[in-house]
């Protein structure tokens, strides 16, 4: 006796309807316990590094008119980031760029996308490890201590590494006290500017106003890295509460909070520094 089969339609229709349901259990997976100041902080911790590195080489390009190249930057992250904080509130789960792409252009694309942002990461690790061992050897060497700078910052990176496997829970509360010090240290440093003997207002006004289009380009290209942080908060939208909004309006606010203390930072900085410097 014959029995009856399944036509390929009916079989299609059952495959999609399960694969429709795969990222709702995924996401299921994930608690949602971050509102918009972690996203915010975390979003923040990505970027704030790139301050205490770039504007020393990038006024070796540029000179005293380096806030410019912080400001033409930050224009360029601007449709980057609006375009994330748009698929952000529309695919609010984890995995960022890689989700996207994934969705959109299939599982080769995606992987591909998903290979290239960690390669970013490892890069941008790598970028701010290098700040950070510079300012231990200043450190170390003003108070006469001898110590290997290479397993100091490979300690550090293994401590983060840590901190990131116990969960973005975890990484907001460490973050958020180290974000506010370092935020706090910045306009101090602002304030503190004011101050010096050799404060002239117009040192960087007059390097911005006398650069060549060159010379701005390519301060621009190097500080972009600064920015380079400010999307990948959309990698853990399946940790976010209310996603649909806190993320695109995380994302926004923290480019804004860093355009702000970049610029004012490079614009005081190369304001008290005296012009022989460069």
Not at 112 to 120: E, Q
Not at 249 to 260: E, H, N, Q, Y
């Amino acid at each position: 006796m014959a029995t009856s089969r399944p036509s390929s339609k009916s079989l299609n229709s059952h495959v999609d309807a399960l694969l429709d349901k795969v990222p709702d259990k995924i996401k299921n997976t994930l608690s949602r316990t971050i509102g918009l100041a972690g996203v915010v902080i975390i979003s923040l911790s990505a970027m704030l590094p790139g301050i205490f590195i770039t504007p020393t080489f990038a006024a070796e390009i540029m000179g005293p008119g380096i806030w410019l190249a912080f400001l033409l930057a930050a224009s360029v992250v601007l449709p980057a980031a609006i375009s994330k904080s748009e698929l952000a509130s529309g695919m609010p789960s984890s995995g960022g760029s890689y989700v996207y792409m994934e969705r959109t252009y299939g599982p080769l694309i995606g992987t591909i996308s998903g290979l290239g942002l960690w390669t970013s990461f490892l890069l941008k690790s790598a970028f701010a490890l290098i700040g950070f061992s510079a300012y231990f050897v200043v450190v170390t060497t003003y108070f006469d201590i001898e110590m290997d700078i290479l397993v100091l910052s490979l300690s550090a990176l293994v401590l983060i590494t840590i901190v990131n496997i116990l969960g973005v829970k975890k990484v907001k509360a460490i973050q958020t006290p180290v974000v506010i010090a370092t935020v706090s240290l910045l306009l101090f440093i602002c304030a503190a500017a004011f101050f010096v003997d050799d404060f002239d207002v117009s040192r960087p006004i007059d390097g911005a106003l006398n650069t060549d289009v060159w010379s701005l380009a390519e301060a621009s290209a190097f500080v972009f890295v600064a920015y380079a942080g400010v999307t990948k908060v959309a990698a853990i939208g399946g940790e976010v509460k209310n996603p649909e909004k806190n993320l695109p309006a995380g994302i926004m606010l923290s480019l804004l909070i860093a355009t702000v203390l970049y610029s004012a930072i490079a614009f005081l900085m190369m304001a008290a520094i005296p012009g022989e410097w460069w």
